[in-house]
């Protein structure tokens, strides 16, 4: 018997191909390289190159390479906000591991690798390529969140991470295998026509596969009650490194819940998943923002805002419509420059012997730093979600959608939990303009614009929040063609 | 069906006899005299010397870890090797990219020292 | 088709549990690290056991095993190097005396 050879076509998978070989190359530049800095520049140009490709696909090409990957205007997406947020991760690591004496070349290889785990999960169409995006980019997550090796807390973070995280991989296997068990087949639409298709309405190893790939998922994406790693993870990481994941890992498991609960497991259990992803969604922002209030540490505080998000995100999600979709297609693009900035800003005050910052910190930070502290404001803003700033037309896109989707419950808990997180967040605002500064003033003042990597992120950050928030008009267009 | 597995409990409930029979009697019928060299642990004619339960040099961990990576991409030459001839310069070429990224990642960790002992 | 479906899956089951037990309740980093493969691989046990009785002509289940193999692997050699540096560090490999950060 003569095997069927693939016919290859690699079209969606190029902004992959891109970032998987000039990974290749930053690792190999390593070893002939002895100036690391510049290898983080090279990485960077890798991302810009990607970039590139993604916007030659729009508006997507037609699901190909063994129908396993798809290039749709939703992976393309996805691929932009990866992308600007390893851009923003790469430009924080260059200036912030040169000041903690931390510059090495394997750092920009494995945010590369973990870059390109990412797009492939956001491309994926069969869950294969979910689970091989998954732990590629997780993996090289691991290993940087313990990239900073004298630091016991960079450390634990990194066994912690790695412990619950490939625990949640092994549930997220099993519920792959019960899956393929139910459909017969590993590809996300034929699971969806085939459970559609079928006379019994409601398979239960079916529902199993879902409840065990929605716990891995929640692992992932940090949702309540999957969450206990993520303030001990996002505090003892290396800042930059936080700044990378805290975006790129949860975005790129929206991507994939997305894909998989829209496609494979609609419309026969979309009540299910509905019912579950409000119901996670109200818990998760409610314990994210009540976790927030009581934090001293501004790391730790940014990581159970984090949690807050990814209930805010979810909304969108449960509220199983376009609108949705789109509502939160715009909602992680604005936590991307959001939080990835306000890292930024951390990174910036962090002192040089210490692994993270406290609210004691930010003193005074308006007199010492204007332009961090109005930077620092603006994403704070932002993330409360006042308007004109990019945080409130997401936070009023998702809210909307669950409103149509008859979950005003949620919308109406979403605006509470706004208010309540405005404490904490006012928090950090009241330190950098109200009170003095301490006796041993944070060590920003090196922070000069222009003439940093790190100032040109939080500047980047900062204008996209103000730009595409007094212009949101322009990133919904892109959206309706999605 | 299961009928069919009866000569493999009939092979175990064997070999479980014999290894019995082969470690009891000798204790009844042979004589006992046992001398230092006797009671020694065979170390496959080697002297042995120390306690079994010390600690290893953490850098062996090293060359563990580096060994399981390298032997388990071995796994995806066979289900190729299988299909080798049917799928001619093609299964080739693709078998060769992915040999060249592992020489990559061996490239990278021999320049970087992985292999020396600390 | 000597063995029914039923028994692969219970031994699968069986081996995820005893993973599942051994991640919760072991103290010792490696011990954990080994609980965690005993639960891919009773998954993959699954796959494989789903792609012998329910997709018998294609071969999805197989080539999934083969790749959690070859994942699960790189992630045991990056678990193994953080215990490492972990055990460089505080020489310890207990997971619970690595607490550091409290709430």
């Known amino acids: 018997m003569r095997p069927q050879l693939p016919t290859l076509d690699l079209v969606p998978l190029y902004p992959l191909l891109v970032v998987t070989g000039w990974a290749v190359l930053v690792l190999l530049a390593d070893l002939f390289v002895q100036h690391k800095r510049a290898l983080g520049y090279l990485a960077l140009t890798g991302v810009i190159v990607a970039a590139v490709v993604t916007v030659a696909l729009w508006p997507g090409v037609p699901t190909s390479f063994q129908n396993m990957a798809i290039s749709d205007g939703q992976a393309l997406f996805f691929n932009l906000v990866f992308l600007v947020t390893g851009a923003l991760g790469l430009l924080v690591a260059i200036e912030y591991l040169e000041r903690k004496d931390l510059q090495r070349g394997e750092y920009y290889a494995l945010l590369m690798f973990s870059l390109a785990g990412m797009i492939a999960m956001a491309a994926a169409e069969d869950l294969l390529i979910v689970f091989l995006g998954l732990e590629m980019m997780s993996v090289a997550l691991y290993v940087l969140s313990g990239s900073n090796q004298r630091d016991m807390s960079s450390i634990e973070a990194a066994m912690k991470y790695f412990i619950l995280g490939s625990f949640a991989s092994a549930f997220f296997l099993y519920g792959i295998a019960l899956t393929y068990a139910a459909a017969g087949s590993t590809n996300l639409a034929q699971i969806g026509s085939w459970l559609s298709g079928r006379g019994i309405p409601k398979d239960p190893v079916a529902l199993t596969g879902l409840s065990l790939l929605l716990v891995g998922f929640g692992f992932k994406v940090a949702l309540v009650p999957f969450h206990w790693w993520t303030p001990d993870v996002y505090q003892g990481a290396p800042t930059s490194v936080t700044a990378f994941m805290s975006v790129g890992a949860k975005a790129a498991g929206f991507a994939t819940l997305t894909r998989v609960l829209y496609s494979a497991f609609s419309p026969t259990f979309t009540t299910d998943w509905v019912t579950v992803a409000a119901v996670l969604a109200a818990v998760t922002m409610t314990f994210g923002n009540l976790a927030a209030l009581v934090q001293r540490d501004v790391k730790r505080l940014l990581g159970y805002s984090s949690i807050a998000h990814a209930g805010y995100v979810l909304v969108g999600i449960a509220a199983a419509s376009p609108v949705g979709v789109r509502g939160m297609l715009f909602y992680i693009l604005a936590y991307a420059f959001m939080t990835a900035g306000a890292f930024a800003v951390a990174c910036a005050v962090e002192r040089r012997e210490q692994s993270t910052t406290t609210l004691a910190d930010y003193a005074g930070l308006a007199q010492r730093s204007p332009l961090l502290a109005a930077a620092m404001l603006l994403f704070m803003l932002s993330l409360i979600g006042i308007p004109p700033l990019i945080g409130f037309w997401s936070k009023l896109f998702v809210f909307r959608a669950a409103v149509e989707a008859n979950l005003a419950w949620l919308a109406v808990l979403g605006v509470l939990n706004s208010a309540l997180s405005a404490y904490y967040y006012a928090g950090v605002v009241v330190q950098m303009y109200l009170r003095e500064p301490g006796r041993s003033p944070a060590e920003e003042v090196a922070f000069r614009p222009w003439r940093s990597a790190l100032a040109v992120a939080v500047f980047l950050a900062a204008a996209a929040t103000v730009v595409l928030g007094l212009w949101p008009g322009a990133v919904v267009n892109l959206l309706m063609g999605v | ?118 | 088709m000597a063995i029914p479906l039923s028994w692969w899956l219970t031994v699968a089951a069986a081996l995820f549990a005893i993973g599942l037990y051994g991640v919760l309740s072991r103290r010792n980093a490696i011990g954990v690290l080994l609980g965690i493969e005993l639960m891919l691989n009773a998954a993959n046990i699954n796959l494989v056991a789903f792609w012998r009785f329910i997709t018998p002509q294609a071969l999805t289940g197989q080539v999934f095993a083969i790749f959690v193999i070859g994942i699960a692997a790189a992630e045991a050699a990056a678990g193994l190097a953080i215990i490492i540096s972990a055990y460089r560090r505080r020489r310890t490999v207990v997971v619970d005396e690595l607490d550091t950060m409290r709430w």
């Not at chain 2, 796994?75 to 990559?104: K, N």
């Open chain 2, 1 to 118: 069906m299961l009928i069919e597995f009866i000569p493999v409990l009939v092979l175990f409930a064997l070999a479980t006899a014999i290894a019995v029979i082969a470690l009891v009697l000798p204790a009844f019928l042979g004589p006992r005299r046992p001398s230092r060299a006797k009671i020694e642990t065979y170390e496959s004619g080697k002297l042995p010397y120390g306690d079994a339960r010390y600690k290893v040099p953490i850098g062996y961990y090293k060359i563990a870890l580096l060994f399981v990576i390298f032997d388990l991409e071995v796994i995806f030459f066979y289900p190729w090797a299988v299909v080798l001839r049917q799928l001619h310069v093609f299964g080739l070429i693709e078998m060769g990219i992915f040999t060249a990224l592992l020489v990559v990642g061996y490239v990278y960790e021999w320049k970087k020292g992985g292999f020396e002992m600390e």
